[in-house]
């Protein structure tokens, strides 16, 4: 698989001008990091641990203070082609409220194509696109403030892949639904990663939804912990846990289970597989 | 209560008027507004009155919407007809008592200005009633764009108002849900003095202006994400196009206007 975002010996800190003497925080430290095209990666670590200012740093809102970062190639230092990466990588955000702009389902979904340059029929067209492929098609003409949050959620998502990205960074973008909204959000990502081939990014809080994309990467305190499979990530309980993190509650219900001598394998991450694990453990008990 | 409010008064349809260019309404309501002006005989404001009653049939705008819009200056068009009434002391004397003069020449002045103001008042709220605020504003970007040239910040004053009204429902919101937070924790908004009520809005708005903040920096935020660099090089998903519709409207507002200018004239 080619790299897509290539993290190099990245360094980021925040300058806070308003103390004096300002006050400087290093957030990310040599972050060495690859996602390859069409990969799905969920990001975890608890708040602070300098998550999203990584996922800000691969579509040139933050510039790396020493290091570097570079998305299909392209230094994000390269300010000629910012609009160009900003266009390649596109970011939806936790609160759907802060990042809808029009008043109307299709004009906001258009808002990134107006500003590309994109012509009239042209916009229409992949408006009409991206508002199917997250289904809300019907909704084109809603005003926005009527939608339900998991709506909402999918107009931000319909808005950015309308300038057909390669890559899509989620930051938190289930944080603030409601159950069946984070099932919508969750059920468009995976839909677009396998069917449209986009990298995706998604920075979480919750374990099940890191349980089902292709890799794992945990960060704390600005560093990467740990890298790998959901299976080898959530199969160590008690280096997650140290890091102040959870594991998906089936993982933890076998890592109790074994922890009382139960014999059941340690790599289970899905409700599934855990069904399965339990029934067949029960037959031959029985 | 505090979500009733509404923002523009748009009342959608899809009547002749609806359907008009908003550019083409902005400036046929300027006309309107002109021709109201010019008339200055009783004669030529009946005109000016049918071209508001014909418009507002063509609108098929429900004649409630048409009252309720007058009956916020129903104060205005009462006191300047009472002022007219007993100030103007020309023209024949109908009525006599102390200070108290009624003459022709009042009276006539007063429902002169009177119907004026309505004719106004009812002209105006139509353009609101059958153009969406998102229409609105794009027209006007449109018909100021050549201020750009003397350096005005047209497509950034179109912007700021989008997003404003775009927040006002979520502000709105927002500010339902402080003042229950603040409520559930004893502020007492309701009763009390003037100043005692206003001082108690102090809590409600401190918080709102915060979270408001924030928003706009995420939003800016966001913006920035989906390639937005102002005005220059933007194209527009909706372009606006005048239709044989808006060149009868314009036919329609010529021949009300060259009415009131022969009446004019001819009394």
Redesign the interface.
Known sequence: MDSFLKAENLTFSYINEIEEPPVKTQVLKNIDLEIGRGEFVAVLGHNGSGKSTLAKCF?A?NIPESGNAYVDGINTRDEDKL?DI??RV??V?Q?P????????V??DV???????????GE??RR?DDALKTVGMYEYREH???KLSGGQKQRVAIA??IA?RPDCILLDEPTAMLDPSGRAEVMKTIKMLNREKNVTIVLITHYMEEAAQADRVVVIDGGEIMMDGTPKQIFSQVQTIRNLGLDVPQVTELCFELRQHGVEISQDIITEDECVEALSKLLQTQR | MIKDITIGQYFPGISPVHRMDPRVKIILTAVFIVMLFVADSIWGLIVGAAFTLVSFMISRIPLKLMFKSLKPILPIIIFTGVLNLFFIKSGDVYFHWKIFTITSEGVRTAIFMAVRIICLIIGTSLLTYTTSPIDLTDAIERLLSPLKKIKVPVHELAMMMTIALRFIPTLIEETDKIMSAQKARGADMETGSLMKRAKALIPILVPLFVSSFRRAEELALAMECRCYHGGEGRTRMKQLRMTVLDGYACFYTAAFFACVIAVNILI
Not at chain 1, 97 to 104: F, H, L, S, Y
Not at chain 1, 110 to 120: D, I, K, R, T, W
């Open positions: 579509n809102i609009l900003r266009q596109g970011m955000f609160n409220d802060n990042q809808i702009v029009a008043t109307i299709e004009e258009a808002f990134a194509l107006e500003n590309m340059g994109v012509e009239p916009i229409r408006v005003a926005v403030h808005g950015i300038m």
